[in-house]
């Protein structure tokens, strides 16, 4: 039987609250599938059931291929110019309400702004593997 690895992507929830919303999380599945499929092989089933899961069916894979299959998906999400759009655009929308703040002298404003433009600048894709056996069920 083939294995099956689970890619769990973290982050997505978070990044559907850019001011983009869903439509922010979008651009990151698409960009998370293409990924996904450069960096798997033709003979690999590869399911999205829901959210940022994906499962990928595949034979003869070992623990190293799974990790090095994960370090490339994150370096070509890394690359991804839509990505990088994305994210130096919620930069420019955050540094602007900081500033907004600020003007407004308000120290709640100024504070919330500050901790969202470090989530921001802080901000990593993380990707979980975990392997089964068998595919998992509703």
């Given amino acids: 039987f083939p294995s099956h690895d689970i ?7 978070e990044i559907n609250y850019f001011q983009k ?3 922010a999380g979008d651009i990151v599945l ?3 599938g293409r990924a996904i499929q450069n960096n798997t092989r033709r003979v690999d089933l590869i399911v999205k059931p829901s959210g940022g899961s994906f499962w990928i069916s595949s034979r003869h894979l070992d623990e190293a291929h799974v990790n090095e299959i ?12 839509a990505i990088k759009k994305l994210l130096k655009d919620e930069t420019e929308v955050r540094e ?3 500033k907004t703040a600020q003007k407004n002298q308000n120290q709640k404003d100024i504070e919330n702004a500050q901790l969202r433009l470090k989530e921001i600048k802080d901000f990593k ?3 979980e593997f975990s ?3 068998k595919m998992p069920s509703n």
């Fill in 7 to 13: 890619i769990d992507f973290k982050g997505l929830r």
């Fill in 21 to 23: 919303g869903t439509q």
């Fill in 30 to 32: 698409e960009a998370l």
């Fill in 70 to 81: 994960n370090s490339q998906i994150l370096r070509e999400l890394q690359k991804d110019a």
């Fill in 96 to 98: 602007q309400a900081l």
């Fill in 125 to 127: 894709f993380k990707i």
């Fill in 131 to 133: 392997t089964d056996t």
